[in-house]
């Protein structure tokens, strides 16, 4: 089991970055995919991007692609999420989630532990 808590949100202007961070608990945390999520108010939550469990592969939705980039330290137990290049239409609330799978899923079902949640929000 694994428990994770995120990091890393706040107010930003729209073009600035932001870097959230995800910190697990559990001394198998390597074993696990790790994906981040988001919200936005009023809609599902929906893939961001994720990352296999010793960094050879990430998966990222087209929508951040070039501007996101994932990526854990597996001795620090803690993954990242360097967001540049921030635009209104990312405000939202972000999750990571941790899988057992290897695979880089997309879906929410795919994920069994979840962090609580940080806001970020981009003013245009």
């Known amino acids: 089991q694994v428990q994770l808590v995120e990091s890393g949100g706040g107010l930003v202007q729209a073009g600035g970055s932001l870097r959230l961070s995800c910190a697990a608990s559990g001394r198998t945390f390597s074993s696990y995919s790790v994906a981040w999520f988001r919200q936005p108010p009023g809609k599902e939550r929906a893939f961001v991007a994720a990352v296999s469990r010793n960094s050879d592969s990430t998966r990222y939705a087209d929508s951040v692609k070039g501007r996101f980039t994932i990526s854990r330290d597996n001795a620090k137990t803690t993954v990242y999420l360097q967001m540049n290049s921030l635009r209104p239409e990312d405000t939202a609330a972000y999750y990571c989630?941790?899988?057992?799978?290897?695979?880089?899923?997309?879906?929410?079902?795919?994920?069994?532990?979840w962090g609580q949640g940080t806001q970020v929000t981009v003013s245009s």
């Open positions: 989630a941790a899988s057992n799978s290897y695979l880089l899923a997309i879906t929410n079902t795919a994920y069994d532990y």
